[in-house]
Nanobody, 127 residues
Framework: VQLQASGGGLVQAGGSLRLSCTAS????????MNWFRQAPGKEREFVAA????????TYADSVKGRFTISRDNAKNTVYLQMNSLKPDDTAVYYC?????????????????????WGKGTQVTVSS
């Protein structure tokens, strides 16, 4: 499975961006999908997760209420709508296919064992 993330860019604080991640493969509707991010000099951190149907989602506390993860299985794409962006949201954002879904954010802390990772897309938020 190949994942291709896009939609990053430069935005002012308070602005919005929508990231997209398109997957190859004919069984995308079976995939559990996540977004992670990595800021310069920091560890990669969990952002959001969505189950195969899109019915269930999980968010890191730092983005809850501002970011929304969604998916369109007909388009093999998962999205991350990011609103009210802050300079602390500046990072490279990665999509990833996971082996499972959890409503507990601790399930995602420090994990690197995704089935596959996208190449990442840069998001820069200016103050």
């Amino acid at each position: 499975v190949q994942l291709q993330a896009s939609g990053g860019g430069l935005v002012q604080a308070g602005g919005s961006l929508r990231l997209s991640c398109t997957a190859s493969g004919r069984t995308f509707s079976d995939y559990y999908m996540n977004w992670f991010r990595q800021a310069p000099g920091k560890e990669r951190e969990f952002v959001a997760a969505i189950n195969w149907s899109g019915q269930f989602t999980t968010y890191a506390d730092s983005v809850k209420g501002r970011f929304t993860i969604s998916r369109d299985n007909a388009k093999n794409t998962v999205y991350l709508q990011m609103n009210s962006l802050k300079p602390d949201d500046t990072a490279v954002y990665y999509c990833a296919r996971d082996t499972s879904f959890s409503s507990d954010t601790s399930h995602y802390t420090g994990r690197r064992d995704m089935i596959s990772w996208g190449k990442g897309t840069q998001v820069t938020v200016s103050s």
